[in-house]
Every structure is written in structure tokens, then in C-alpha cells.
Nanobody, 114 residues
Framework: QVQLVESGGGLVQPGGSLRLSCAAS????????MAWYRQAPGKQREWVAR???????NYADSVKGRFTISRDNAKNTVYLQMNSLKPEDTAVYYC????????WGQGTQVTVSL
């Protein structure tokens, strides 16, 4: 069973950048659409960005122009480059397929604060 392990989170000041990684313990079919999600305190988990097998990307309006999703199929890894971070980006970030297929990983905490 494929397990997803997210990493790269941390504490960053507003305007800063982070790069998140999501590594799969097994092979992710290259045909799967992969995505990043996030869950802020007291809120439901929401979709942030997705990438198709061919590299087409879509973003939630709240992160468009600031975040970039990418994938390396050979490494079974999905990335999220986050620039111009805002306090409202504070959340636990998860990756999964879209639609959701795998068990959720532990996520990685991103905190944007002075």
C-alpha cells in the first residue's frame, strides 16, 4: 500500500518562501492526477493545487500566481513551491490524488507569522 510522506514545512515570515515535498513509498501511476491540500485550524481541508500526468496545473484562486505544483514521476514525488506567503496560508499541508485515493499522510505544518 502506497504511503505518502510530506515534508518541507516550517515557520516563515510573511513574504517568504517554502518548498514542500511529497514522497510516495511506492509507485504512483503516472496517469493519476496528484494534488496538494491544506487544513487550517478550525477549518475543513481544502484543495490547493493539482497536476495532471501531462503536467497541466490548476490552482485555487487563493494561491494562484504564488504557488507552483510540479511532479517527478521517476521519483514518485510531488512538490509545491510556495512564494509570497501570507498568514492565511498557515495550515497543515497534505498531498493525495485528485480525486482522493490514498490514505492521508501526516502532513507538514506551514506557519506564516512575524
Amino acid at each position: 500500500q502506497v504511503q505518502l510522506v510530506e515534508s518541507g514545512g516550517g515557520l516563515v515570515q510573511p513574504g517568504g518562501s517554502l518548498r514542500l515535498s511529497c514522497a510516495a513509498s511506492g509507485s504512483i501511476p503516472s496517469s493519476y492526477v496528484m494534488a496538494w491540500y491544506r487544513q487550517a485550524p478550525g477549518k475543513q481541508r481544502e484543495w490547493v493545487a493539482r497536476i495532471s500526468s501531462g503536467g497541466s496545473t490548476n490552482y485555487a484562486d487563493s494561491v494562484k500566481g504564488r504557488f507552483t505544483i510540479s511532479r517527478d514521476n521517476a521519483k514518485n514525488t510531488v512538490y509545491l513551491q510556495m512564494n509570497s506567503l501570507k498568514p492565511e496560508d498557515t495550515a497543515v499541508y497534505y498531498c493525495n490524488a485528485r480525486p482522493i485515493f490514498f490514505s492521508w499522510g501526516q502532513g507538514t505544518q506551514v506557519t506564516v507569522s512575524l
